[in-house]
C-alpha cells in the first residue's frame, strides 16, 4: 500500500458485478449474479481503507478478518485471501452469495457511512468461487483421536461442526432425513441464487476431511439421542435439525387446494427436481396467478421460483412496508427486476374456494403502519374498509417457521416454551455431551449464524471432551518442486 | 456427490398377493428394531424417483427386515410393481417416521382393515393381542380373490370377520357391517381401529359415532420430506390443523375431516395421469408385459 486511503481517494462507485438480464432469467434458474472477474475484484478491493478499528469485522457473525482477505486480493494472492478466510469461514462460496450482508459486514462498513459500502460479500464469494474451480482445500494436518463424534442434520450448522470436529481428529458421522445433504442450501435456496454445484463441492471438501454422510436416517425415530451416546458409541452429540415446521395462515381457506407452504414448493422444485416434470416423477402445482404471503428470504425465493415456473402474475403481500422486509435487499431488487408485483401493506383476511375445494382467490386487506411493536418496528393495523380481492390459483405462505418436533417429541431434551431445544452459553443441551445450534435453537436466522453456532459447539464439545487445539502453524512444502503451502493444524490432548 | 450408495435398502422377498397388490421385504436391520406398530417409511425408488408414504406392516427384528404391502395405483407404485424383485434395492428408505400407535390398555378391540389397510393394521393387532387383549379383526375386500393375510389373523384373532362386497369370501358387505356385528355381539368393545381409504375410514367413524366407542384412524395425505417440514400433509382435526407426518399419523377418527383430506387427496390429480399416461406409454413402447400397465 502506498498511499494511505481515505473516502476521497478511493473509487467513489461501488464495482458493478455483471447480472443475466431479467427478462431472460426470469424464464430460466440459471444464476443471476454472474460473480466478479478477476479485474473486477481488484478493483473492488481498492475501496477499502484497511480501518484500524474495522467494523466490518464486528458486523460480521463469525468475525472473518475482511480487510485481511480484501488485502490479499488486493496483492493478488488469492491463495492467501482464502486462507485467511476459511480460518473462520467454512463457506465461502455460499455465504458470499446468500449473507443478508446490508445487516452485517457491509451495513456496518466504515465506507458506508458516505458511499456505498465495500462489496465484501461479492468479494468472498469470488475467493470462494476460485477456490472451488481450482480445487483448494486447506487440508490440515489430523492427529487421530479415538473419539467419535455423531451431527444430527447437513445444514449449515451441523456442517461446520463437523467440519471443526475432523479437523480436531475425530471419526465424525453425519446423519442426515432426506436423501442428500445440505439442509436449506439444498432444499430450499434455489440454483439462480445458490447452484447445487456450489453445495456439492462444499460437501465434497468435508468428505475429504474424513466426514461421513449416512442420509435417509431420521434421528429419533431410528434412533434416539440418548442411544447415539450409550449404545452407538458417540462421545459427543451435536443436533443441527434446523426450524422446519411451516406456520399456518391461519385464516378461512387455508388448506385448500392450490394453498401450500413454500417449504413445500421449494422443496419440490429444488430438491425433489420437480420442474423436471415429467422427467422426474414429483409434481409441481403449476399455478397462473400466484400470490406468495411474506416477505422474507423464503418469499423472496417462492415468489421467483413461481416465475420461472411460468406464472403469468406473480404477486407479494406482505403487511408492513419495503423498509421492513425482512429480506436480503439484493433479493428484493432482484425480484421487482423480474416483473414481480408487491402489494406492501397489505394482508390475506380469507382465502376463497371456487367451489370445488380449490382457491379461486384471496381477499385482503390494506394496512398503515400505527405505534412501534415490541420488534421496534411500526405495528401494521387495518384499515377499515379497503378489502380488496386478487385472483389466484396457488398461494404460497411464507410467513415463518416454528421448531420441528421430532427431537422433543423422542428425547429428554430441555425445550424452551416456543419448543426450540434450551442450550447454555457453550451450547451444551440438558444432556451432557449432547450440543445444539442453529435454527432449532434459535429460530430461523441465517446460513452464516447457522454456522457460527457449529463452530461455537465444536468449540464446546472440544472442551467438553478435553480436546486443545493450537493455532495453524504454516509451512512451505515443495512436492516435486512444486511449493504448496499448507495449513497444519496441531491439534493437543489435554491429560 | 454423496449419495446413499454406502447404504442398501435389498428387497429380501417379494410376494404377489393379486395383480395389484404385492409385498417387499426389505433388509434394514436398525429399521427392524426401531419400528413399532403405526409407522410408516418414505421410500425412493429411484434417484428420479417421487419420496412416497408407505407403512410398515411388519417387522421382524431377528431377520432384520422390514415388510410393506403395496397397491400399485400410479406411476411410482406401478413401476414399483415391476422393477422391485427380490435382489435390487431401493434408492431412498427412511424412517420409522411418525408417532407409534398408542397401545391402549383397553381389554377388547376391533381392528378394522380395508382393502391395503389390512396390512398396516397388522401390527397393532399383533402388538394388542401381545399385550393380552380380546382382538376382532375385520377385513373387507371387494372379492376373495383379493384378499390376503387370512391366516395371518387368525393367528393372532379371536375372533375374525371377514367382508366381501360380492359375497364371495365371508359375510357379504362393507367393513362397517362387520363393525356392527362386533358391536352388537359385544357390547364392552372399548376401542376400534380402523385404516382403509379414507371412504371407508370415513364410514367406520359415523359407524361407531352413535354408541361413541373411540374409534382410531391412520390418515394419508400426500406427503413429501414426511419430517414436519413442508406442511403438505396436514389435516384438519377438530378445530386444528395437524401434521400427519409427525402429528400423526394415527387421530381421533370421530374428530378427523374427512372430505376435507379427501379433497386436499386430489391435489395432484392432472399431474398424476400424465405421470401415469406416460409411464404406460414408455412400457408399450418397450413392449413390456402389459400386466403391470394395465390396471386401471
Ligand atoms: C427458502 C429459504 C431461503 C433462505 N435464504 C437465506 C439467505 O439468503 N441467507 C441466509 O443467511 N439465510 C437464508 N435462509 C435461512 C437459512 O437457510 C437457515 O437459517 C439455515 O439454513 C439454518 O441452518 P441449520 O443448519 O440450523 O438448519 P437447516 O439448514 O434447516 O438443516 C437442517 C437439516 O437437518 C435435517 N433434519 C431435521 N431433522 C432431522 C432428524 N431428526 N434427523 C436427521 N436429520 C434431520 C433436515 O432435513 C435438514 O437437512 C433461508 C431459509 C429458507 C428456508
Ligand atoms: C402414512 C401413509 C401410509 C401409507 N401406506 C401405504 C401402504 O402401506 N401401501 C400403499 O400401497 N400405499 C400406502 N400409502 C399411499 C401411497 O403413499 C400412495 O399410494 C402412493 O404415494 C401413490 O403413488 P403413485 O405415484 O403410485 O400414485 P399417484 O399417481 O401419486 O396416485 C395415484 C392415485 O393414488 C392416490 N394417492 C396418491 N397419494 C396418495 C396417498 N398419500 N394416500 C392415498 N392415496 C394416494 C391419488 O389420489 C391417485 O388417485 C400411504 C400413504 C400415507 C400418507
Ligand atoms: S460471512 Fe457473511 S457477514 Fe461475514 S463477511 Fe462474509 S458475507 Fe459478510
Ligand atoms: S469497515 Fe469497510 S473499509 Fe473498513 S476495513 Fe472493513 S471493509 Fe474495509
Ligand atoms: S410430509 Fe412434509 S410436513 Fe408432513
Redesign the interface.
Known sequence: MAKKRTVRSIPQERTPVRELDPVVRAANFEEVNCGYTEPEAILESTRCLFCPEPKCIDGCPVNIDIPGFILKIGEKDFRGAYDVITGTNLLPAVCGRVCPQENQCEGVCVVGETLIPVAIGRLERFVGDLAIKNSWVNRPYIEPTKFRIGIVGSGPAGMACAADMAKAGCDVTVYE?????GGVLRYGIPDFRLPNSIV?AE??KL?ELGV???????VG???TIEQMISELGFHAVFIGT?A???T?LGIPG??L?GV??A??LL??CNL??ARD?????????LGKHVVVVGAGNTAMDALRVSKRLGAKTVTCIYRRSKAEAPARAEEVHHAEQEGIDFHWLSNPVEIIDDGE?SVCAVRCVRMELGEPDDSGRRRPVPVPGSEFEIETDQVVFAIGTNA???IG?TSKLRLNKRGYIATDDDLMTSMAGVFAGGDIVTGAATVIEAMGAGRKAARGIKAYLGIRDTGPIERDEAIFGISSREHNFVRVRAA | ????S??K?LIVRREDFSDVTFLLEISHP??AR?AKPG?FVIV?SHA????IPLTIADFDRERGTITLVIQAVG??TLEMQRNCQVGTAL???????G?PSHLSDAKKVVCVGGGLGVAPVYPQARAWKESGAYVIGVLGFRNKDLLFWEDKFRAICDELIICTDDGSAGIRGFVTDGIKLALEKHPDIEEVVAIGPPVMMKACAEATRPSGVKTMVSLNPIM?????????C?V?VGET?K?AC??GPDFDGHQVDFD?LM??L???KE??Q??KE?WSETCRMRGIGSEAVSVN
Do not use: W
Request: proline share 7%.
Open positions: 432425513a432426506f436423501h442428500e445433504p456439492d460437501i465434497e468428505e461421513k454422510f449416512e442420509c435417509n436416517t431420521l425415530r431410528l434412533f434446523g422446519g415446521y411451516p399456518m387455508d388448506s387446494n401450500l407452504s417449504n413445500e422443496t419440490r425433489m427436481k416434470f415429467p422427467n422426474v416423477d414429483t409434481p409441481l402445482p375445494g420441528n418436533p421430532i417429541q | 456427490m454423496t449419495d446413499s454406502n447404504q435398502f436398525m429399521m426401531a409407522q425412493m428420479e424417483g417421487e419420496r406411476k411410482t434408492y431412498g428408505l427412511a424412517g420409522p417416521m408417532i413429501v420430506d414426511g419430517t414436519g417440514m413442508c406442511g403438505g396436514r384438519k390443523v401434521f409427525v402429528d376435507d379433497i386436499r386430489r391435489r395432484y399431474e398424476e400424465v405421470a406416460r
